[in-house]
């Protein structure tokens, strides 16, 4: 599984976002895509998770209400909408997909810059 994210930019605090993290290649094994994030200094956080089967959705509470996560009707595309963006959002975002354990995938991950 292949996953290509992009979207990420330099925005000011306030402002809104939207990352796209396409997967290819044997997507039938994956049942969730997510987003992860990792600010400097910081270890990897979740920050959201979708599954292809539902699309049913989790968004962590330290960004519920202010991030959205979505995927398209091919189920191959997931998207994280975020708006309100404050400057401790700043981080790389990474997508991931998962299958049955162990099955991982990570992409290579989207730099997200807030600024003041």
């Known amino acids: 599984v292949q996953l290509q994210a992009s979207g990420g930019g330099l925005v000011q605090a306030g402002g809104s976002l939207r990352l796209s993290c396409a997967a290819s290649?044997?997507?039938?094994?994956?049942?969730?895509l997510g987003w992860f994030r990792q600010a400097p200094g910081k270890q990897r956080e979740l920050v959201a998770t979708?599954?292809?089967?539902?699309?049913?959705?989790y968004v962590d509470s330290s960004v519920k209400g202010r991030f959205t996560i979505s995927i398209d009707n091919t189920k191959t595309t997931v998207y994280l909408q975020m708006n309100s963006l404050k400057p401790e959002d700043t981080a790389v975002y990474y997508c991931k997909a998962s299958g049955v354990w162990p099955l991982n995938y990570w992409g290579q991950g989207t730099l997200v810059t807030v600024s003041s």
């Open positions: 979708i599954t292809r089967s539902s699309s049913a959705g």
């Open positions: 290649g044997s997507i039938f094994s994956i049942n969730t």
